[in-house]
């Protein structure tokens, strides 16, 4: 049987469910419209010219913020897990730090650097470079040291030994950070976009919330789960293809 085809029919049985108690009135239709009237409201939206402008704004900010996460992470997770005086002097910092949510710092974010694009990016690139920092330490850990020693004794440059030995090992490690801090990257661009007005699907589904209309507001938060899902299956196909010569990738 195809992967596909169980997660599928599962999905269908659980909307032909929310259709079936919402015909006959087990959920309250004033507060969760019908599958089919969403399914309508969202083909409506799929026809909007600025539907697909709201999905590029949140695509860039995500974009964005996973860039800066993914440089500044691995460039701090490799710096800590290679030299221990610097993670000494640091950590306590960065143990204060980390569980400060993204959310808890919007007030001051409005305030220095402003509610629109720059600042729903350092929101979303706050977060998501705690996810990329862990999993380049735990990355730097992997990287066998007698296969760097054995690279070092045969006169390996730093930059061979990086991209032959260093690199290869890490990598693993790395794709899943990047995958972890891909989701939250986007949930925190569009919590942004619903706090503070950025430009997104979070702004057309807080419009929508504020005009009382619940078909077109149920239809944004499906067309961010939809999203979601493109963005994530693109990072894994991505994984894969980079990964095909571990065992991890070949097991997928």
């Known amino acids: 049987m195809p992967r596909w085809v169980l997660p599928t029919a599962s999905t269908a049985a659980l909307v032909l469910l929310v259709q079936l108690?919402?015909?006959?009135?087990?959920?309250?239709r004033?507060?969760?419209?019908?599958?089919?009237?969403?399914?309508?409201?969202?083909?409506?939206?799929?026809?909007?010219?600025?539907?697909?402008?709201l999905v590029g704004n949140t695509i860039v900010a995500w974009a964005a913020s996973l860039g800066v996460a993914i440089v500044l992470g691995t460039l701090g997770g490799v710096l800590f897990g290679s030299v221990r005086v610097v993670q000494a002097v640091l950590m306590p910092v960065i143990e204060f730090l980390r569980p400060i949510p993204s959310i808890a710092m919007i007030p001051l974010v409005v305030l220095?650097?402003?509610?629109?694009?720059?600042?729903?990016?350092?929101?979303?690139?706050?977060?998501?470079?705690?996810?990329?920092?862990?999993?380049a330490v735990y990355a730097t850990g992997?990287?066998?040291?007698?296969?760097?020693?054995?690279?070092?004794?045969?006169?390996?440059?730093?930059?061979?030994?990086?991209?032959?030995?260093?690199?290869?090992?890490?990598?693993?490690?790395?794709?899943?950070?990047?995958?972890?801090?891909?989701?939250?990257?986007?949930i925190i661009t569009i919590t942004s976009e619903i706090l503070i007005g950025a430009p997104g699907l979070g702004q057309g589904l807080n419009l929508a919330r504020s005009g009382g209309d619940l078909p077109r507001m149920y239809a944004y938060v499906?067309?961010?789960?939809?999203?979601?899902?493109?963005?994530?299956?693109?990072?894994?196909?991505?994984?894969?293809?980079?990964?095909h010569w571990h065992p991890s990738g070949r097991s997928r």
Not at 154 to 170: D, I, K, N
């Open 142 to 186: 992997s990287v066998d040291p007698v296969a760097r020693d054995t690279a070092r004794a045969y006169g390996f440059t730093l930059g061979q030994r990086l991209a032959w030995v260093t690199l290869p090992s890490m990598l693993p490690g790395l794709l899943t950070g990047v995958r972890i801090a891909s989701a939250t990257a986007l």
């Open 112 to 135: 220095t650097i402003g509610g629109g694009r720059e600042g729903e990016v350092f929101l979303a690139g706050y977060a998501a470079f705690w996810q990329m920092l862990v999993a």
């Open 30 to 53: 004033s507060y969760v419209p019908a599958p089919s009237v969403i399914a309508g409201e969202l083909a409506g939206l799929v026809t909007e010219m600025r539907t697909w402008g």
């Open 21 to 28: 108690a919402v015909t006959v009135g087990v959920l309250p």
């Open 222 to 243: 499906v067309a961010i789960g939809l999203v979601g899902l493109v963005l994530n299956g693109g990072l894994s196909a991505l994984s894969r293809r980079l990964l």
